[in-house]
């Protein structure tokens, strides 16, 4: 438990490697590598087709917005005090906490209320124990 966070708890941690292979049940989207269907299939592991049902608009877009305003409310202290400049990659985490300071409170509000919404609907679609396959409009992810 991060005695930092509230919504975090104490949970047992098992052994990830000693998972019975035979017990998993494992979704592909579409545009999974058939390259890794087979090798799970291989296993033992029950390959089954899977689609993540949700109607918001963007799921990935939703997603970043969340992450950056989190983000920022972690690494307030840090920019604050002007360490953001010497962050190597100018490029990409400087910039974004940099637009996350000025997002409306009510975009932001509008994006958790959606961000709700996607957590209820993945989870009544979720009927796996983890899929593999690209799973917002963004990147490749496995869950």
Known sequence: KDPDDLSSSDMPFGDPFSIDLSRLTVGYLEDAEKE???????????????QLDYTVDSAQGILNFTMD???????????????????????????????????PAVDYLQAQRARGRLIQEVRQSFTVDAFIGNATDWEKVSM
């Open 69 to 103: 305003v989190d983000m920022l409310a972690h690494f307030d202290e840090w920019q604050r005090a002007g360490l953001d400049d010497a962050f190597e990659a100018q490029d990409q985490w400087p910039f974004e906490l940099r637009r996350a300071r000025v997002i």
């Open 36 to 50: 890794v269907v087979d090798v799970l299939a291989s296993k033992g592991v029950n390959m089954v087709p899977f």
